[in-house]
T-cell receptor, first 115, second 112 residues
Framework: DADVTQTPRNRITKTGKRIMLECSQTKGHDRMYWYRQDPGLGLRLIYYSFDVKDINKGEISDGYSVSRQAQAKFSLSLESAIPNQTALYFC??????????????FGSGTRLTVV | GESVGLHLPTLSVQEGDNSIINCAYSNSASDYFIWYKQESGKGPQFIIDIRSNMDKRQGQRVTVLLNKTVKHLSLQIAATQPGDSAVYFCAENTDGNTPLVFGKGTRLSVIA
């Protein structure tokens, strides 16, 4: 099984619909992140969480919300999807400093299309 | 604002040649740097990292060079293979409690 699992892998939804993207991890990492990837713009941070009670906005949080249900689970919601939220979404995890490698482990991504 | 970026968006190299992918950063307080490889349809995968107290680090067929004077980071891939074809991202942060900031990526195409 993958260390970081994202569901669904692909999703097409209509404008105005609420949608949730889910992420679960078996790495035992405290820290989790949601990034969005658009062609030519690289990875941009939406929200991040350093532990279960911690939620922080990233660079592009407008139109999104998150929930850290447990150490292993971090979900991203689009309350009312719009077409410019069509993108590839990645969840990532990392260990606390000094408790493991500093790099991030990424999931395989969720491709979201809003029509 | 300060950001991480790349000089070249695309790079084509002949199989067997060495590849050099460059990255410029603007935050002089950046302390940790990392390179990721992203193959089509997959999430980014860790390649190699380096801290600001080093100027060179080697892995298997890869070397990262850090020049703090000019705020420049490079990834060297020796004997480039078709499997190296991917998009490569540099990323950095200033300390362990700030998220990584990613550059826009360079696409490496290996010509057989």
């Amino acid at each position: 099984d993958a260390d970081v699992t994202q569901t669904p892998r692909n999703r097409i939804t209509k404008t105005g619909k609420r949608i949730m993207l889910e992420c679960s991890q078996t790495k035992g990492h405290d820290r989790m992140y949601w990034y969005r990837q658009d062609p030519g713009l690289g990875l941009r941070l939406i929200y991040y969480s350093f532990d279960v009670k911690d939620i922080n906005k990233g660079e592009i949080s407008d139109g999104y919300s998150v929930s850290r249900q447990a150490q292993a689970k971090f979900s991203l919601s689009l309350e009312s999807a719009i077409p410019n939220q069509t993108a590839l979404y990645f969840c990532a995890t990392s260990a606390r400093p000094g408790q493991g490698p500093d790099g991030y482990t990424f999931g395989s991504g969720t491709r979201l299309t809003v029509v | 604002g300060e950001s991480v970026g790349l000089h070249l968006p695309t790079l084509s190299v002949q199989e067997g040649d060495n590849s050099i992918i460059n990255c410029a950063y603007s935050n002089s307080a950046s302390d940790y740097f990392i390179w990721y490889k992203q193959e089509s349809g997959k999430g980014p995968q860790f390649i190699i990292d380096i801290r600001s107290n080093m100027d060179k680090r080697q892995g298997q067929r890869v070397t990262v060079l850090l020049n703090k004077t000019v705020k420049h980071l490079s990834l060297q891939i020796a004997a480039t293979q078709p499997g190296d074809s991917a998009v490569y991202f540099c990323a950095e942060n200033t300390d362990g409690n700030t998220p990584l900031v990613f550059g826009k990526g360079t696409r490496l195409s290996v010509i057989a």
